[in-house]
């Protein structure tokens, strides 16, 4: 391992997911998907209903995965089935991309009246990984993350952005299948062996390994270490300034 990064020699390139690993925003996007849902739940079932878990529903449903992948999902995960319609479709529509763009307007509201955090044991991990010159991206399903890195100063940390947007343009599936990390490691002309991911959400876990990446860092802001750890992470660790000469567990 390296002394001051604690990776694997063979890794050349760091991969960061954005919410939860480099933003303060994992929690905002709970937040908004649980007053999405919880709207949504009590208007087609009504009292009493099962309301969206921010935590166990999160984690398990919607974190990580492409906007409409995680209203498909949570919804099946309660036997409901919508249209998906179309990716405009209006906040009020009854689709699946319709709930998508209600959650997106409450996210963009709470960022811009609330604005957005760095943790900054992140941004002093991937300055030091830059100044050991390694290659460093983003990859984040997040459309927004391009407004996102620019509001904390952040962009130029990043060579390659695969979000979203990205996505979308390429035909990308995001996680837990591994398309966007191979695009991003692909991008920077660095073979997945030697590239690292740095995920909070399990299904960035699922995806790390099976994109068969050289490490899979696991960052744990919520206490789900274990979870991290049997969906695929090398180590897990609760900020990644412990990574730098003290490591998770092994």
């Known amino acids: ?80 089935e919508l249209p998906d319609g179309d990716p405009d479709d209006p906040p009020d529509a009854r689709t699946v991309h319709g709930l998508g763009n209600r959650k997106n307007d409450l996210l963009l509201e ?40 620019r509001s904390i100063g952040a962009e130029h940390l990043f060579e390659v952005r695969i979000d979203g947007v990205v996505a979308a343009e390429r035909g990308l599936p995001g996680k837990p299948r591994p398309d966007t990390f191979l ?17 909070d959400a399990l299904a960035g876990m699922d995806a790390g390994r099976a994109g068969n990446f050289g490490y899979v860092v696991g960052v744990d802001r919520v206490g789900r270490t274990d979870a991290l750890y049997a969906h695929g992470a090398d180590v897990v660790v609760r900020d990644l300034d412990e990574l730098r000469g003290q490591g998770g567990r092994a």
Request: hydrophobic share 45%; glycine share 8%.
């Open 1 to 80: 391992m390296t002394t001051t990064l604690g990776l694997p020699e063979a890794i050349h390139a760091c991969l960061f997911d954005l919410d939860g690993v480099v933003t303060r925003t994992a929690a905002v996007h709970a937040a908004v998907w649980k007053e999405t849902f919880d709207a949504f739940l009590h208007a087609r079932v009504g009292e009493p209903f099962r309301p969206f878990d921010a935590d166990a529903d999160y984690a398990e449903y919607v974190d990580g995965r492409p906007r409409a992948d995680g209203v498909r999902t949570f919804l099946a995960s309660r036997g409901i």
């Open 110 to 149: 709470r960022i811009r009246t609330q604005g957005v955090e760095a943790y900054d044991g992140t941004l002093r991990y991937i300055e030091a990984a830059r100044a050991r010159g390694l290659r460093t991206a983003v990859v984040s399903a997040s459309a927004n993350t391009r407004d996102v890195l």
């Open 183 to 199: 695009a991003a490691a692909h991008d920077l002309g660095v073979d997945p062996p030697g590239a690292a991911v740095f995920e």
